[in-house]
């Protein structure tokens, strides 16, 4: 996939924005942009996020598993989403959202897609501030030592 991203974007016009369809696994969306793309959109956010597979800065988890029955932390601590943020009335733990997705509660996969979405377009702008900052191969590295850990 990366040979391919890289060898489309040679020949894409340099002024125009590139966006790739379909791509939107962490890993993946650092290799997009170090290859030249500008726009990701994908559903793994969401089709995760229903299925209970959410993304956190340590890699994903499937928060069904019973490691999180009696878990009361937030999906991820490093997260500022409206999900996990403790600050909020809004806080729900690992061990609440384990209870929703067991239970079939909609809510479950809701929360989970808000999680994700989050985490995702945070990644991003983090990304492109790394750019802007001109240390995109260093946040590279730190982001994915401990994701793919
Ligand atoms: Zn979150």
């Given at each position: 996939?990366?040979?391919?991203?890289?060898?489309?974007?040679?020949?894409?016009?340099?002024?125009?924005?590139?966006?790739?369809?379909?791509?939107?696994?962490?890993?993946?969306?650092?290799?997009?942009?170090?290859?030249?793309?500008?726009?990701?959109?994908?559903?793994?956010?969401?089709?995760?996020?229903?299925?209970?597979?959410?993304?956190?800065?340590?890699?994903?988890?499937?928060?069904?598993?019973?490691?999180?029955?009696?878990?009361t932390g937030?999906?991820?601590?490093?997260?500022?989403?409206?999900?996990?943020?403790?600050?909020?009335?809004?806080?729900?733990s690992?061990?609440?959202?384990?209870?929703?997705?067991?239970?079939?509660?909609?809510?479950?996969?809701?929360?989970?897609?808000?999680?994700?979405?989050?985490?995702?377009?945070?990644?991003?702008?983090?990304?492109?501030?790394?750019?802007?900052?001109?240390?995109?191969?260093?946040?590279?590295?730190?982001?994915?030592?401990?994701?793919?850990?």
């Open positions: 996939m990366e040979t391919a991203v890289k060898w489309c974007n040679e020949i894409l016009p340099k002024d125009k924005p590139r966006h790739l369809l379909g791509i939107g696994e962490p890993e993946d969306l650092f290799m997009g942009v170090e290859n030249g793309v500008d726009l990701f959109d994908c559903v793994a956010p969401t089709r995760n996020g229903r299925g209970g597979t959410l993304y956190t800065t340590r890699g994903k988890i499937n928060i069904r598993n019973a490691e999180y029955r009696e878990d937030p999906i991820d601590a490093d997260c500022t989403c409206p999900v996990c943020q403790p600050a909020t009335s809004t806080h729900y690992r061990a609440y959202l384990c209870h929703l997705y067991r239970a079939h509660e909609m809510l479950g996969g809701t929360l989970g897609s808000i999680h994700n979405l989050y985490f995702i377009i945070n990644l991003v702008k983090k990304m492109r501030e790394a750019i802007l900052d001109n240390h995109f191969e260093e946040f590279k590295n730190d982001f994915l030592a401990r994701y793919l850990s």
